[in-house]
């Protein structure tokens, strides 16, 4: 055992060594859920990196998907920005999933909202940013420098585009598509080889008839 | 009146007060000069070492000028712009001493008390000059025991610091570099005097009897006979900066560098107020008297920083279309607050506490004051109305509530309950009567065919239906 310690430790140690398969797992954020995180190449959301989400349908579940890495944020005291959110964010939504909404930024103008992402990565400032870019402000140089802030820092940006947005190919360390229902395709990891559908247990949610009382 | 005074002379007051406003202070190479109506004619009053070269000199008509030297620029003194700069000077003077005064063609200060803290006399001499320097300020200073020679002394750089000495120094000048209006010099030379001891050599009532008492209270001052009466400059109780750009400008790299001399006179005043900024105005007027555009920049945190200030005024200046050129610039400190100075952090020395408030400026720079917001609940039932936008970083509280959507659409949708599965609930809600927006609904989790989970309500008043209000996910 000692050995086989020692020479996992030597061969570590060796920078330029190239070791198939056996890829030094990279800083993630756990996802929250387990299932996800074991089919996502770093175990959880790549740090520093850029993400794309292509939902389905508006709602389809991608803010559900993110909450909990971003509830842990917010609870480590780290800001968390989201950019031109297409809908209202309700607030005790957001605080039943464990965000802590004094750390939580809301950037409502969707004219700059590669600007703002790319500001708050630089400042190196943020926990995590997330984005929902308008599908005419989309083109392959915008992403690409957004991806380029994220390198300079830990924070992941997670760029979600409107239904229907084609977005360019890109850099992009993750692209999953988020089904209506929860259910994740994983259609592209840097440096990962698995690809193809996450199920995802989404109902999680305490049912109403449980309650007790009515809100007269 | 005892003590040590320094006076600040600025020499081509008038020139410079153009110049400093151009990067770099314009070509040295470029003939300039400065022009004011003078006995009559439009005569050059100061220019520069180049226009000098080309056979211009002061007192030359503007027309003489520009025949001998065609390629001359010539601007309009412009009085407002100079008085403005012995303004700034006085507000750096203050910086070294209470005791400041105008005096018409340059400051005084009172600089005995000052200069220990500087080390010697020269220590706060190199001060005040590296100071100004930074400005764009080129002045000479000298130094006397009376504040009324210090401003003649400041003109040959002479330093004197004995009262003794300098009444043995002034007795041989001669009589013109004394400040005195011309009729005084033609009454004097007419007389025959040509110095100033020559002046003084004349018995006491004989000198009051033929030139006056005015010339010899002036001649007691400068000697430290008699006391100087002065008005202390105080600085200003509001921060309202004019300038006046010498050449007309819609360039945004002119505009920066006039707004980075405002900021830097700013700076100073604050300092000396002890305040710190959280919301600047400054106002571009128009050559053509059009419309004057406003920028606005809001500090989240008290404070100052003038290149983070400049960035926002850039962010600010990038989207304006400015018609015309630029003549006029005003600054205004529109809010100030008591200066608490940032606290560091001790052990990584990096000031993250005020980093995050000037992310935040910058970003509300670009998007707007409504643009940037946080989120909070609010204690109403009607779910449309438990919300709201909040200023970024309140720690808010919310009361238990039960199981709401990630999403909630701006306003309620109509839709049709045929294409939904009623999941769960009914939530009954009813809420208003006491505001004019009453309401009774029944709130379900419900899924559409594509597998969604919507929060839809059936209303029965005001009005009767299914509505989707929010979406799971």
């Known amino acids: 055992m000692q050995t086989r310690n020692s020479l996992e430790q030597l061969l570590n140690e060796r920078g330029d060594l190239w070791r198939g398969r056996r890829r030094q797992p990279a800083a993630a954020l756990p996802t929250g859920r387990a299932a996800l995180d074991a089919r996502l190449p770093d175990g959880g959301w790549p740090r520093g990196k850029l993400t794309e989400l292509l939902p389905e349908c508006v709602g389809a579940g991608e803010l559900e998907l993110l909450l909990p890495c971003l509830a842990g944020l917010t609870r480590r005291e780290q800001p968390v920005l989201f950019i031109a959110p297409p809908l209202i964010p309700c607030p005790q939504s957001l605080i039943h999933a464990g965000l802590d909404l004094a750390r939580l930024v809301v950037i409502r103008d969707a004219q700059h909202a590669f600007w703002a992402a790319e500001q708050c990565l630089k400042s190196g400032l943020c926990g995590a940013v997330v984005a929902w870019p308008a599908t005419d402000r989309v083109d392959d140089r915008a992403v690409r420098r957004l991806q380029l802030a994220a390198e300079n820092g830990e924070a992941p940006i997670f760029l979600c585009y409107e239904p229907g947005c084609r977005p360019p190919p890109s850099l992009a360390s993750l692209r999953l598509s988020v089904r209506s229902g929860g259910d994740i395709d994983l259609l592209r990891s840097r440096g990962g080889h698995a690809t193809g559908t996450i199920r995802l247990q989404t109902d999680n949610v305490i049912p109403m008839t449980r309650r007790d009382h009515a809100v007269r | 009146m005892s003590g040590l005074w320094t006076g600040i002379f600025c020499p081509q007051v008038a020139l410079q007060a153009h110049l400093r406003l151009e990067p770099d202070f314009g070509d040295p190479e470029r003939p300039l000069a400065v022009h004011d109506l003078c006995r009559g004619r439009e005569r050059v009053i100061e220019c520069n070492r180049s226009a000098r070269r080309h056979g211009v000199a002061p007192g030359r008509t503007l027309a003489d000028a520009l025949a001998i030297a065609p390629e001359l620029h010539s601007v309009a003194r412009c009085r407002g712009a100079e008085s403005g700069l012995f303004e700034e000077i006085a507000l750096t003077a203050y910086q070294y001493s209470h005791q400041v005064a105008l005096t018409g063609d340059g400051v005084v200060l009172e600089s005995g008390g000052s200069r220990r803290m500087h080390g010697d006399m020269d220590g706060l001499l190199s001060a005040i000059a590296g100071n100004l320097e930074e400005k764009g300020l080129f002045v000479r200073l000298g130094t006397a025991p009376v504040p009324a020679a210090a401003c003649l002394l400041a003109r040959g750089r002479r330093h004197i610091q004995q009262l003794k000495e300098l009444e043995l120094t002034l007795a041989e000048w001669p009589l ?49 006979r008699q006391q100087t009466p002065l008005v202390y400059w105080q600085p200003p109780e509001a921060f309202h900066h004019l300038l006046e750009l010498p050449v007309p400008s819609a360039r945004t790299e002119a505009l920066m560098f006039a707004f980075n001399r405002m900021l830097q006179h700013l700076e100073e005043w604050l300092k000396i107020r002890d305040r710190g900024l959280t919301a600047l105005e400054v106002e571009l007027h128009p050559e053509d008297r059009g419309r004057v555009t406003h920028l606005a920049a809001g500090l989240g ?117 045929d294409d939904l599965r009623l999941v769960d609930g009914p939530e009954r809600i009813e809420s208003g009567w006491w505001d004019g927006h009453d309401c009774r609904r029944d709130y379900w989790t419900a899924h559409d065919r594509h597998g969604n989970r919507l929060w839809v309500f059936r209303e029965y008043k005001p009005r009767d239906g299914w509505f989707v209000h929010g979406l799971f996910g």
């Open chain 2, 176 to 224: 013109r570099k004394l400040s005195l209006s011309t009729a005084e010099m033609d009454r004097l030379e007419g007389l025959g005097l040509k110095r100033v001891r020559d002046v003084l050599a004349l018995p006491r009532f004989e000198r009051e009897r033929r030139l006056g008492r005015e010339l010899n209270r002036y001649l007691d001052r400068i000697r430290g």
């Open chain 2, 301 to 417: 945190r008290p404070g100052f920083q003038r290149d983070r200030l400049l960035e926002l005024l850039r962010l600010k200046l990038e989207p304006v279309r400015l018609g015309a050129a630029i003549e006029r610039l005003v600054m205004k400190a529109e809010s100030t607050l008591e200066r608490r100075p940032p606290q560091a952090d001790l052990w990584s020395g990096t000031n993250v506490n005020d980093a995050w408030p000037a992310l935040l400026d910058r970003l509300r720079a670009r998007v707007g004051e409504d643009g940037l917001s946080g989120l909070a609940p609010k204690a109403d039932h009607r779910p449309e109305r438990a919300w709201q936008w909040t200023a970024p970083g309140k720690t808010v509280t919310a009361s238990e509530s039960p199981p709401r959507p990630n999403w909630l659409l701006p306003r309620p949708r109509p839709c049709r309950i």
